[in-house]
């Protein structure tokens, strides 16, 4: 959970997020991390996801007052990595339709944020999610899915799959030499299992199209309140 006695610097809700994971080859993942991170596994296997939200109640603290940004949708592309044992996630993309909050993301703490188009749609109790990037000078990846949970809410149980890939609390960034981690902060996850069709999967080409024609596990989560802590650099 990563709770520290720090102010937070950001908060935010995510709602209607959906954890879509798809195993991977290491050698496939090498090339496309910073090599002062190591590869993190379970049971042997490294693992790829796609997180899709909507992001809302968006509040920023600075110079002691609070700064409130606009409701927006995210769609993250992420692994897993450790650094000197520190366990996190390493966004490989992180596409938004808010200009705003790409530009500060990328400008200020670097992270690899794009501008996209998108739309989020709920009928029937059906979701149906939509993406494509239009950032300039960066490869153009759409994305579209409809997804439905299916079963109770229930927390994962330590030591599973399930538990490794959702119960990460901290993002890790590498640049020339240095190691940078961002905290973050919430209660467990509680999952539900759910119905996912994907339309259209661009997403993971840049590293292996053949990746996304494999079975995913997927769980989904309807809200969760999210602390942000200051970044510590780690070497």
């Given at each position: 959970?990563?709770?520290?006695?720090?102010?937070?610097?950001?908060?935010?809700?995510?709602?209607?997020?959906?954890?879509?994971?798809?195993?991977?080859?290491?050698?496939?993942?090498?090339?496309?991390?910073?090599?002062?991170?190591?590869?993190?596994?379970?049971?042997?296997?490294?693992?790829?996801?796609?997180?899709?939200?909507?992001?809302?109640?968006?509040?920023?603290?600075?110079?002691?007052?609070?700064?409130?940004?606009?409701?927006?949708?995210?769609?993250?592309?992420?692994?897993?990595?450790?650094?000197?044992?520190?366990?996190?996630?390493?966004?490989?993309?992180?596409?938004?339709?808010?200009?705003?909050?790409?530009?500060?993301?990328?400008?200020?703490?670097?992270?690899?944020?794009?501008?996209?188009?998108?739309?989020?749609?709920?009928?029937?109790?059906?979701?149906?999610?939509?993406?494509?990037?239009?950032?300039?000078?960066?490869?153009?990846?759409?994305?579209?899915?409809?997804?439905?949970?299916?079963?109770?809410?229930?927390?994962?149980?330590?030591?599973?799959?399930?538990?490794?890939?959702?119960?990460?609390?901290?993002?890790?960034?590498?640049?020339?030499?240095?190691?940078?981690?961002?905290?973050?902060?919430?209660?467990?996850?509680?999952?539900?299992?759910?119905?996912?069709?994907?339309?259209?999967?661009?997403?993971?080409?840049?590293?292996?199209?053949?990746?996304?024609?494999?079975?995913?596990?997927?769980?989904?989560?309807?809200?969760?309140?999210?602390?942000?802590?200051?970044?510590?650099?780690l070497s």
């Amino acid at each position: 959970m990563a709770k520290t006695k720090k102010n937070w610097l950001a908060k935010q809700n995510w709602n209607d997020l959906l954890f879509i994971h798809y195993p991977i080859a290491i050698e496939d993942l090498r090339t496309h991390i910073p090599e002062e991170l190591e590869i993190d596994t379970f049971e042997g296997q490294a693992w790829i996801g796609i997180v899709p939200f909507l992001g809302t109640e968006n509040q920023a603290r600075k110079f002691g007052r609070i700064f409130s940004a606009d409701d927006f949708l995210e769609l993250n592309v992420r692994t897993y990595v450790t650094y000197k044992g520190e366990k996190a996630v390493y966004f490989f993309t992180m596409d938004a339709d808010s200009s705003l909050v790409v530009r500060t993301a990328r400008s200020v703490v670097g992270l690899p944020y794009y501008h996209a188009d998108m739309k989020i749609e709920e009928k029937d109790g059906t979701i149906k999610y939509e993406s494509k990037r239009t950032h300039d000078g960066k490869a153009k990846a759409s994305f579209s899915c409809s997804y439905a949970p299916v079963s109770k809410p229930s927390k994962s149980k330590p030591d599973t799959l399930t538990h490794w890939l959702t119960e990460r609390y901290a993002l890790l960034k590498a640049k020339n030499g240095k190691v940078t981690k961002g905290p973050i902060h919430h209660e467990p996850w509680e999952l539900r299992e759910a119905e996912l069709t994907i339309h259209k999967n661009e997403l993971l080409d840049f590293i292996n199209p053949e990746i996304s024609k494999t079975e995913p596990l997927v769980h989904y989560s309807k809200a969760k309140e999210v602390l942000f802590y200051p970044f510590e650099k780690l070497s």
